[in-house]
């Protein structure tokens, strides 16, 4: 595993995204993503790698059944999408780096373990249950890389 470093930032204001949502789980996530992508791509009218930035959103996790929601889109209005805030606060950020150039999944399930069993417990926040991938155009070329968010707040004495 690479050195995966963390860092906390404050989103001061919400960006509200438009995209199309599902359900998926820990074991089908690989097909689920790429399925609403491209029915988000379809809908805007573009084809993929075109739409920048580009979000993808995993929240609700259930830790028991692995079940989430997924939402993927952009800045884009269209008819047919629908609305997605993600909130202002506090995320935990990393920047992510696919291994060999194109291995994005092993490289995002690495920093996502990384965050959930190495770096949130040593700190002094819990999850929020609600991260997010965000592309833009230094996730193409030659050294591709995306910031993936976590949403986070400061662990209380009931925590």
């Known amino acids: 595993m690479s050195n995966i470093t963390f860092s906390v930032i404050e989103n001061k204001a919400g960006r509200l995204l438009y995209g199309v949502s599902g359900e998926s789980n820990d074991r089908t996530q690989a097909k689920d993503i790429p399925a609403l992508a491209k029915k988000y791509y379809e809908t805007v009218g573009k084809h993929s790698g075109e739409v920048m930035p580009f979000f993808v959103v995993s929240k609700d996790y259930d830790t028991i059944s692995r079940d989430f929601q997924l939402f993927i889109g952009g800045l884009i209005e269209s008819e047919g999408l629908q609305t997605f805030m993600i909130p202002p606060g506090t995320y935990g950020k990393a920047t992510v780096k696919p291994k060999f150039g194109f291995l994005w999944s092993v490289s995002i399930g ?23 991938e965000y592309h833009t155009e230094s996730s193409k070329g030659k050294h591709p890389h995306i910031e993936l968010l976590f949403a ?8």
């Open 152 to 159: 986070i707040r400061e662990r209380t004495a009931h925590d």
């Open 110 to 132: 690495e920093t996502k373990r990384a965050f959930y069993t190495k770096w949130l417990p040593k700190s002094n926040y819990t999850a929020l249950h609600m991260e997010y």
